[in-house]
């Protein structure tokens, strides 16, 4: 059953037990995929990926500005 869609006549044919193993794999490559997505979200969008606090010109919104005095 790997890899191939099964038709709902074709589920409803199965054993209890075949589909219950069917889940546990699921849940498996949910689990597999679900780990993947976090290193790739970590990678992307991670602190490593933050060198300066702020860039040059960068305007802070939290933050007041500094006054100029004209």
Same mark, same amino acid.
């Given at each position: 059953m790997g $890899? /191939?869609? =099964?038709?709902?006549?074709?589920l409803?044919?199965l054993?209890?037990e075949? =589909?219950?193993a &069917?889940? !546990? *794999? &699921? *849940?498996?490559q949910i689990?597999? !995929?679900n780990e *993947?997505?976090?290193? &790739?979200?970590?990678r992307?969008f991670g /602190?490593?990926?933050e060198?300066?606090?702020? !860039?040059? $010109? *960068?305007?802070?919104c $939290?933050t007041? !500005?500094p %006054? %100029?005095?004209?």
């Amino acid at each position: 059953m790997g $890899g /191939r869609w =099964l038709s709902a006549a074709q589920l409803n044919n199965l054993s209890k037990e075949d =589909l219950a193993a &069917m889940v !546990l *794999q &699921m *849940q498996k490559q949910i689990n597999s !995929l679900n780990e *993947q997505v976090s290193v &790739m979200n970590a990678r992307l969008f991670g /602190r490593s990926t933050e060198k300066l606090k702020t !860039l040059p $010109g *960068q305007i802070c919104c $939290g933050t007041a !500005l500094p %006054r %100029r005095h004209w």
